[in-house]
């Protein structure tokens, strides 16, 4: 207005209002981003980014654009704005393109606390996946917070996450091995041909045994193209001596039992030596 871009009956008029006195073209689909820019200027940009819009800026995918965004500081809130009052120290908050928002780090200690622990990990191997943070770095944050809430959860998060996941059914995929006692399984193994050429990587799996397992999205089944790709490249891998159990939303979902007993089935005719540690053995056996 100030520009004379916009007169103010032309500002409401040709956009939408985010927050009071903050706009978006009229028709813009907002995104998990706007929300998080929107409150931090609705803020007069002195708040901190923090929670889930913090993750999204660190560049964190599968953040829905419905959830809403939220903020440190130490006003009132907005409506579609949650708004925390929590302590940060100096060394967790960055600025993030001239925002200031908490760091990696300090956005996993967040999350990480939250109740639902399949929904936290799913959300830390997001941030982890998009920007290489790691539970080593989240650790000298509990001794500085010690006594905040969620840390008993916090530790079961950071002792699983893994920036392997890209996406959160490769997170649950993962969990479901981890609930049977199934070894930790390697992420994002990348595998060459006979000639060396890396030619595939698996969701996870484990290599000393050329077992890998895999999630197949939709996308999987319905390009054409990437169907016929993926012909070739399990038969190339079943060529090089792997056994790759692929894993669907609906077993994932219905039938999670049929899962272990592929994955022990694969693991038990590769010569896995401590299948006997897993929770479920007497009904995968079965």
């Not at 007069?44 to 809403?68: D, F, I, N």
């Not at 393109?97 to 622990?117: C, E, I, N, Q, Y």
Request: proline residues 4%; positive net charge.
């Amino acid at each position: 207005m100030a520009r004379g871009h916009f007169t103010r009956r032309t500002l409401r008029s040709r956009n939408q209002m985010i927050h009071r006195n903050v706009f978006l073209p009229a028709g813009h689909e907002v995104t998990a981003r706007d929300r998080a820019v929107a409150a931090w200027l609705w803020s007069g940009r002195r708040a901190t980014v923090a929670g889930l819009s913090a993750s999204v800026l660190h560049g964190s995918q599968w953040v829905s654009p419905t959830e809403p965004a939220e903020l440190t500081r130490t006003e009132a809130s907005s409506n579609g704005i949650v708004v925390h009052r929590e302590t940060l120290f100096d060394d967790e908050v960055t600025a993030v393109d001239g925002m200031s928002v908490t760091t990696p780090a300090r956005t996993v200690f967040d999350l990480g606390r939250r109740k639902g622990f399949e929904k936290a990990v799913i959300r830390v191997d997001a941030l982890a996946n998009a920007c290489g943070v790691n539970a080593a770095l989240v650790g000298p944050l509990l001794e500085a917070h010690r006594g905040a809430r969620g840390l008993v959860q916090l530790r079961e998060v950071l002792d699983v996450m893994d920036g392997g996941a890209e996406s959160p059914q490769e997170t649950r995929t993962r969990l479901l091995l981890r609930r049977a006692n199934f070894r930790a399984p390697r992420t994002q193994i990348e595998v060459v041909d006979d000639v060396g050429y890396p030619f595939a990587r698996i969701d996870m799996g484990w290599e000393e045994f050329r077992v890998g397992v895999e999630y197949d999205g939709a996308q999987h089944w319905t390009d054409h193209a990437r169907f016929a790709r993926d012909i070739d490249r399990h038969a190339t891998l079943a060529a090089l001596g792997w056994r790759i159990v692929r894993v669907s939303a609906d077993l994932l979902r219905r039938r999670p039992r049929v899962i272990l007993q592929r994955v022990f089935a694969a693991l038990e005719a590769s010569g896995c030596p401590w299948l006997d540690e897993c929770a479920e053995m007497p009904r995968l056996r079965a």
